[in-house]
């Protein structure tokens, strides 16, 4: 099979902009050549503002889009892919958004739905697992969760949730967007309630392992010090570890404010702020599904989106 043209593709999510320019391989595998995840705050305080997304976090987001562009023209891509997923998919304003961001870098966002959303990144996470082993696969956004059933590398069942990081940060914190806030135990407590409500219709106690992306799970957890174990079974996921691992670093991180957790792991920018949602809302649904292990992934629905492109 032939090369086929240099592609990238940008993720507009609620928390980040993300990229991956890529080339293909003779057998149709992805070969990265550049990938990015930035903090823009694209969907940040659409609780309090009506559902809007705001000049300040859309002209950050545009700004991010724009500077991607010209790596990629460095790079000499021919095809350039933009989508969005939860925060444009639910915003009040979502035409104004879509129409300013086409006139100032002329290309079209495509807004995955949550069924598009959860196809793109099964594509990506499933590739590389065991054909024979049943699983949990989790994507984990800003705004939403992807809830996917993995049977035999075969998409069975896929649930969408308004569950991100962020909308849990948003919520269940007081003063969320002050760096000398912090979050308490109640509100972690509170937050595991609420899930526990809104994962009733999910199925219990099926033993199968939870995979938990998405595109830096494992360097995330790698910063902070999560204990991992090497996973045998997946080059693209070669670690494992256990939701009391997640539990003990929450316990470990209440006592700190955003900013002192920032100071405290160098990681990306802002992270450190819904750290402990994120890792609270994994150990929900690995307790709901009784799964032995998790599986922290990098892949993305940048990877599924591409692989999509070569199958067209």
Not at 77 to 105: P, W, Y
Not at 184 to 196: C, E, G, R, V
Not at 297 to 312: A, I, M
Request: negative net charge; proline residues 5%; aromatic residues 10%.
């Amino acid at each position: 099979m032939a090369l086929k043209q240099r592609q990238a593709v940008i993720d507009i999510g609620t928390l980040k902009v993300k990229s991956l320019l890529a080339d293909f391989d003779l057998a149709g595998n992805i070969a990265p050549i550049h990938k990015t995840n930035v903090l823009t705050c694209f969907g940040c305080s659409m609780l309090e503002n009506n559902g809007r997304i705001s000049p300040e976090n859309l002209n950050a987001t545009i700004a991010e889009i724009i500077n991607l562009l010209e790596i990629f023209a460095n790079y000499q891509c021919g095809r350039i892919s933009i989508f969005a997923t939860h925060a444009l998919r639910d915003a009040s304003n979502k035409e104004e958004v879509l129409k300013e961001i086409r006139n100032k870098i002329g290309l079209e966002v495509k807004v995955l739905t949550p069924e598009a959303e959860g196809q793109l990144y099964f594509q990506a996470a499933v590739a590389s697992l065991p054909a024979k082993q049943n699983f949990v696969v989790v994507d984990m956004g800003g705004g939403s969760c992807q809830v996917l059933f993995s049977e035999h590398q075969q998409l069975k069942q896929a649930y969408s949730f308004k569950t991100g990081g962020q909308l849990l940060h948003e919520r269940f914190t007081k003063d969320p967007h002050n760096p000398a806030s912090k979050n308490q135990p109640q509100d972690i407590a509170s937050i595991k309630q609420f899930l526990t409500q809104e994962y009733h219709d999910l199925p219990l106690n099926l033993g199968w392992p939870l995979v938990y992306g998405s595109s830096n799970v494992i360097d995330l957890m790698k910063a902070v010090n999560i204990p991992l174990e090497d996973y045998f079974l997946s080059l693209a996921h070669p670690y494992k570890t256990y939701p009391n691992h997640l539990e003990d670093f929450i316990q470990s991180i209440l006592p700190f404010s955003f900013a002192q957790r920032e100071q405290k792991y160098q990681f990306q920018e802002g992270y450190m702020w819904g750290v402990d949602k994120a890792f609270a809302n994994i150990i929900t649904l690995a307790q709901r599904f009784a799964s032995p292990y998790i599986i922290p992934t990098n892949v993305s629905s940048l990877e599924g989106y591409l692989y999509q492109l070569n199958q067209v």
